[in-house]
Nanobody
């Protein structure tokens, strides 16, 4: 069982930066692939980024590639999402998620989810 708690969301102007954190409970964090997803009002939950258990492989959606960076610190049981050059269309609730197997962009295959943190980017 893994419990995930996101933090770091907030209100930022376009062009600004935020860093999201996701703290995980449990001693097996390092064996999980971790992902970030987001959901804007009236839209489906969409893939943002994912990172392998070792941190050696990362994956990004085309919409955030080059602006967002996912990383993890297994000693701290934490995964991060550094978001730079934010745009109003990045406004959404951001969720972290965990799964035992390889990274996937489909939210339904992730086993554990956090409660989400709101990111609002003003123009």
């Amino acid at each position: 069982q893994v419990q995930l708690v996101e933090s770091g969301g907030g209100l930022v102007q376009a062009g600004g930066s935020l860093r999201l954190s996701c703290a995980a409970s449990g001693r097996t964090f390092s064996s999980y692939t971790m992902g970030w997803f987001r959901q804007a009002p009236g839209k489906e939950r969409e893939f943002v980024a994912a990172i392998s258990w070792s941190g050696g492989r990362t994956y990004y959606s085309d919409s955030v590639k080059g602006r967002f960076t996912i990383s993890r610190d297994n000693a701290k049981n934490t995964v991060y999402l550094q978001m730079n050059s934010l745009k109003p269309e990045d406004t959404a609730v951001y969720y972290c998620a965990a799964r035992r197997l390889e990274a996937r962009t489909i939210p339904d295959v992730y086993d554990y989810w956090g409660q989400g943190t709101q990111v609002t980017v003003s123009s």
